[in-house]
């Protein structure tokens, strides 16, 4: 597991100069270690370096490695199907993937039962790609105007992923205009809507994304490579 250790040196020292060089306080970004291709082995080894928040995209990976490794915190960051809300709501300190207003729907009737209020994040498809889930950006706004149809969410942010790009500074305008809809819509003051995180950047744009405001940053393969 040295390999690991090394990642993650290297991680966070690129984490800090990137905060250095917009002036953010390195403590304001969240390392979400994505241990989707590794073990619960990886797992512990990452909490004893120091990690606190580890995400998963399937619901099962969530659930097992939680049941295993359970005093740190785990992020649901993939696409979440409404017949998987029951196994994963009350398991996640926070959901990175609301999509769509029947999850929404789904996550709502299922925290009543729970008698829980569930902590979610706007997944928003800034980049327009068919491919990728989210909310398109015209309506964002309507979207998080009727979340109080749903007083058991709590909106803590928004999440986008840009597109996959050997270049990181192709992310850049996607990260902008994520921040910038982020300011737009705190000023709107919308019950049960926070916003006081944004999820975006990954192994090969985390930097850019800091740079552009990013306080929840989703790292797996640079972190994990080689262990």
Not at 145 to 166: H, N, W
Request: glycine fraction near 6%; include cysteine; charged fraction near 25%.
């Amino acid at each position: 597991m040295q390999n690991l250790e090394v990642n993650l040196n290297h991680i966070r020292q690129r984490i800090a100069a990137a905060c250095a060089s917009v002036g953010r306080d390195v403590n304001s970004v969240t390392l979400v270690a994505v241990s989707k291709t590794v073990g619960v082995e990886a797992v512990q080894e990452a909490v004893k370096l120091g990690i606190t928040d580890f995400g998963e995209n399937r619901v099962s990976e969530l659930v097992n490695k939680r049941a295993a490794v359970p005093n740190v915190r785990w992020h649901m960051i993939g696409r979440l199907q409404t017949n998987k809300v029951k196994e994963v709501i009350d398991k996640a300190y926070l959901i990175h993937s609301l999509d769509r207003w029947n999850l929404a729907e789904a996550l709502q009737k299922r925290a009543e039962m729970l008698d829980i209020t569930v902590p979610v994040l706007l997944q928003v498809n800034i980049s327009g790609e068919e491919q990728k889930a989210g909310v398109p950006p015209a309506d964002v706004l309507p979207f998080l105007q009727a979340i109080d149809q749903l007083p058991r969410l709590k909106v803590m942010g928004l999440m986008t992923m840009a597109p996959l790009s050997d270049d990181p500074e192709h992310s850049r305008p996607i990260f902008r205009e994520l921040a910038e809809m982020q300011k737009r819509l705190r000023q709107y003051e919308i019950p049960n809507v926070s916003l006081q995180h944004l999820s975006m950047g990954m192994s090969q744009d985390y930097e850019v994304a800091i740079q552009e405001g990013a306080d929840l940053i989703r790292v797996g393969s640079s972190l994990f490579q080689g262990v």
